[in-house]
């Protein structure tokens, strides 16, 4: 039987893609359409997402990809974009780097109290979650609507509104128990009920676009992210690893201790009511950033990093780190105050980010198992950050632990697979899905050493 396509649109924080997914014969396949970059733009000390030329390319990548049976939709979480009573957005969606959340968000926790948030919410502390954006934004009074990014551009698809779960799972606003929106958090920060659009599950149909289906999916990129993980059984943990690393592992229910607070882990919704439990990890983000200071390709400089000794470890994690800019002097700056010796040269700064992540990415897996209970005996990398053959080394190396590499595309590959199992395509639960991934994807086994 001949396969079916699907669109699957993937924004993230350094570039987009439509891809093409082909479903069929147990078989899967993607094959990209359409890339380009995504450059926030500065604006008299805002931080801006360009989200009209997101969109235009959008757009551009849909009508490339030829007939689908449907398309889906997922991006970077948190960040939204408000709508006022006739449907038209104000203002343009400002970036989770920028500095307006710094002071607000430590305001918000104390007038909440940090552990009746977290008894609420399941969520991990940073600074831009969705709830902490909303009580720093000036531009609330003629907002009727807010929408996530990928239920923005859903919108202007469809012309319908909706809050898709996976993603509303990472605003602060959603009730982990109940997985509905609260209201008790909607009021602590002073918003109307009517702000908040009604909630659809991945699988749900979300509109038309020109007669073609729109599909929701987990629009939270590390959702869709998670389903293309090609585990086989529960014992595994994952680092989904792009800009940021995602690290944790897969449950059932949340985990509300007071340790798993105090470890600022994090109970994301997933696909199928699963619980993404994980912490952020700062990622690929401060070698991006240096890269772009040096203006180098990176192949080049992760050849060269290889050979090289472990010297720095950096502590990736440190909140420095966070913002755009001059990221080769914050590293110095950090290394010195730490006194630990200052890389020589862009090899020497790349090893010691990877060499830090990889430290970052064990102490990640050991909490989660700790605090979870869930033992794991082997550790998925997916995400573009899974070509990265030194660190998936590096982190098998530190975890004591095989690390299977890939999908790169894990994220187009998960918004596909919801599409296609709702299309009726697919069947089965994310076992079933995973198995699929497994059998048709290339992978990479890195043992420990
Ligand atoms: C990864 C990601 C991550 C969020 C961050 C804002 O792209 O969605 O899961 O914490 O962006």
């Not at 509109?207 to 987990?218: C, D, I, L, Q, S």
């Amino acid at each position: 039987p001949a396969m079916r396509a699907f669109a699957a649109v993937d924004l993230g924080a350094s570039g987009g893609r439509v891809m093409r997914g082909l479903v069929g014969a147990g078989d899967l396949r993607v094959q990209e359409v359409h890339r380009f970059p995504n450059r926030p733009v500065p604006v008299r000390g805002t931080l801006y997402w360009d989200i009209l030329g997101l969109y235009r390319e959008v757009l551009a990548g849909l009508r490339a990809t030829g007939p689908v049976a449907s398309i889906g939709i997922d991006s970077w979480a948190v960040d939204y974009g408000l709508l006022d009573a006739d449907g038209e957005l104000l203002g343009n969606p400002v970036h989770y780097r920028d500095a307006r959340t710094d002071k607000v968000s430590r305001e918000v926790v104390e007038r909440i109290g940090a552990e009746v948030l977290y008894e609420r919410n399941g969520l991990q502390f940073l600074p831009f979650n969705t709830i902490f954006q909303l009580a720093a934004d000036t531009r609330l009074a003629p907002a009727a609507t807010v929408l996530l990014i990928p239920d923005l551009l859903s919108y202007w698809l469809t012309g319908e509104l909706g809050a898709e779960y996976t993603n509303a799972s990472t605003t602060g606003l959603l009730d982990v128990r109940t997985r509905r929106w609260s209201a008790s958090l909607r009021q602590a920060v002073g918003l109307p009920a009517s702000l908040l659009p009604p909630l659809r599950a991945p699988g749900e149909p979300a509109g038309e676009w020109e007669g073609v289906p729109v599909t929701a999916v987990g629009s939270h990129d590390t959702a869709s992210a998670v389903v293309a993980v090609p585990a086989d059984g529960d014992a595994f943990a994952y680092i989904s690893c792009g800009t940021w690393s995602l690290v944790g592992v897969e449950l059932p229910e949340p985990v509300l201790t007071a340790g798993s607070r105090a470890a600022n882990f994090t109970n994301e919704g997933g696909v199928d009511g699963t619980i993404r439990f994980l912490r952020n990890v700062m990622g690929l983000w401060p070698v991006q950033e240096c890269v772009r200071e040096w203006d180098v390709p990176l192949d080049g400089l992760l050849a060269e990093a290889a050979r090289l000794p472990r010297r720095t470890v950096l502590d990736v994690d440190d909140p420095v780190f966070l913002p755009p800019g001059n990221m080769p002097e914050r590293i110095a700056r950090w290394c010195r105050a730490a006194g630990e010796p200052v890389p020589r040269t862009p090899a020497e700064t790349v090893r010691s980010i990877l060499d830090g992540l990889a430290v970052a990415h064990r102490k990640a897996i050991e909490q989660a198992q700790a605090l979870s209970g869930r033992a794991v005996d082997v550790v998925h990398m997916v995400g573009g950050g899974s070509r990265n053959e030194l660190l998936c080394r590096l982190t098998a190396d530190e975890c004591g632990l095989p690390v299977v590499a890939g999908p790169a595309e894990a994220t187009t590959i998960g918004n596909v697979l919801v599409q296609a199992r709702a299309a009726g395509d697919l069947h089965g639960s994310l076992a079933d899905l995973r198995a699929l991934v497994r059998r048709s994807q290339p992978l990479r086994r890195y043992e420990p050493r």
